[in-house]
């Protein structure tokens, strides 16, 4: 059995389908964070046959929950405060996504104005369908 150690205070982000802990992890930028940050992929579950894990060092500054739920909103946020889980999130399809995916029409006003922000909207919440605020392109 393999043993992570437990976090004092931090977050541990649980139920990520297995495989996409490395997904959360680019979109999140964890790897320039100057905490410790634990993945665990693969893990057996009873809920999802397999899942990965993330445990994050630190406060729930470190992190955006709305990247969180764009990749999965079924994925659960505990937060640990004196080695217990203080708070479980549930999270949801964000609204509006600023900066995280971008657009890649090329006559969108985002690819000529560099300094503009990528903004995405959410269009469809059945089909977790987002398209740009400016132009309208679908993210795929």
């Known amino acids: 059995m393999l043993n992570i150690s437990g976090l004092k205070e931090g977050i541990v982000l649980d139920h990520i389908p297995a495989g996409k802990s490395?997904?959360?992890?680019?979109?999140?930028?964890?790897?320039?964070?100057?905490?410790?940050?634990?993945i665990i992929k693969n893990a057996r579950s009873k809920k999802l046959g397999r899942k990965?894990?993330?445990?994050?060092?630190?406060?729930?500054?470190?992190?955006?929950?709305?990247?969180?739920?764009?990749?999965?909103?079924?994925i659960t946020v505990n937060i640990i405060?004196?080695?217990?889980?203080?708070?479980?999130k549930r999270l949801k399809l964000p609204k509006k996504l600023t900066n995280v995916i971008k657009c890649k029409n090329p006559r969108c006003?985002?690819?000529?104005?560099?300094?503009?922000?990528?903004?995405?909207?959410?269009?469809?919440?059945?089909?977790?369908?987002?398209?740009?605020m400016y132009c309208e392109e679908k993210y795929k």
């Open 109 to 132: 006003i985002t690819s000529i104005e560099q300094e503009l922000p990528h903004v995405f909207l959410l269009s469809d919440e059945k089909t977790q369908t987002y398209r740009c």
């Open 52 to 74: 990965d894990i993330i445990k994050i060092e630190g406060g729930l500054d470190v992190i955006d929950l709305d990247v969180i739920g764009f990749i999965d909103p079924d």
């Open 81 to 88: 405060k004196d080695e217990r889980i203080a708070e479980k």
């Open 22 to 38: 490395m997904d959360i992890y680019r979109y999140m930028g964890l790897g320039e964070l100057d905490c410790q940050v634990a």
